[in-house]
């Protein structure tokens, strides 16, 4: 089965810093999608960034980017010129060949004024 | 979000009782999830859906039944609801292949 570990509880970063979420990940597939959400207080899921398996270039959405290291099973997350707008959950997930979502169980982020 | 509704919002109910919360899409999608969220254990997986009548358990199932009768409809059912089912509950959509999942906006369960 697959699994999905986010290693930092919390996080806090000062406005206008960068900011980068750890995330691992196991399995035995090749062929493989990774997303990073973002959950406001609102509840509300929101896709930030996702990353397909066999694409080798890191994925960017403006001042978010990835680094993924497939051989390493490493997907981080970094967050540049870090916005008060920035503060929620962030949760890495898995989508392999069952479709299915497996999430890490999320990281909390801080930004301080 | 755009394209699935979640209800109720928000629901309080006493153990014993059964619930039934409701999913629906209007994107035609194929697949559709519910995932309970608690703090400490992010989204976890109840059951998923890959077309009208063909569902599967996720990875806690146990107190849980689901019923997909239309395309556009899913419905997660608690059968004895209990107090450790007090959680957020997501419905999920997705296309098969394309690996590209929408969220709805949540259910947040209390049971007392």
């Known amino acids: 089965a697959q699994t999905v570990t986010q290693s930092q509880p919390e996080m806090s970063v000062q406005e206008a810093e960068t900011v980068t979420l750890s995330c691992t990940y196991d399995t035995s597939e090749s062929d493989y999608y990774l997303f990073w959400y973002k959950q406001p207080p609102s509840r509300q899921m929101i896709l930030v960034i996702r990353q397909e398996a066999y694409k080798q270039q890191n994925a960017t959405e403006n001042r978010f980017s990835v680094n993924f290291q497939k051989a390493a099973k490493s997907f981080s997350l970094k967050i540049s010129d870090s916005q008060l707008g920035d503060a929620a959950m962030y949760f890495c997930a898995y989508s392999g060949r069952r479709e299915k979502l497996t999430f890490g169980t999320g990281t909390r982020l801080t930004i301080i004024p | 979000d755009a394209g699935i509704t979640q209800s109720p919002r928000h629901k309080v109910t006493e153990t014993g009782t059964p619930v039934t919360l409701r999913c629906h899409q209007t994107?035609?999608?194929?697949?559709m999830y519910w995932y309970r969220q608690d703090p400490g254990h992010g989204l976890r997986l109840i059951h998923y859906s890959y077309g009208v009548k063909d569902t599967d358990k996720g990875e806690v199932s146990d107190g849980y039944s689901v019923s997909r009768s239309k395309t556009e409809d899913f419905l997660l059912t608690l059968e004895s609801a209990t107090s450790s089912q007090t959680s957020v509950y997501f419905c999920?959509?997705?296309?098969?292949?394309?690996?590209?999942?929408?969220f709805g906006s949540g259910t947040r369960l209390t049971v007392v």
């Open positions: 999920a959509i997705s296309e098969e292949g394309v690996g590209g999942y929408t």
């Open positions: 994107e035609n999608h194929r697949y």
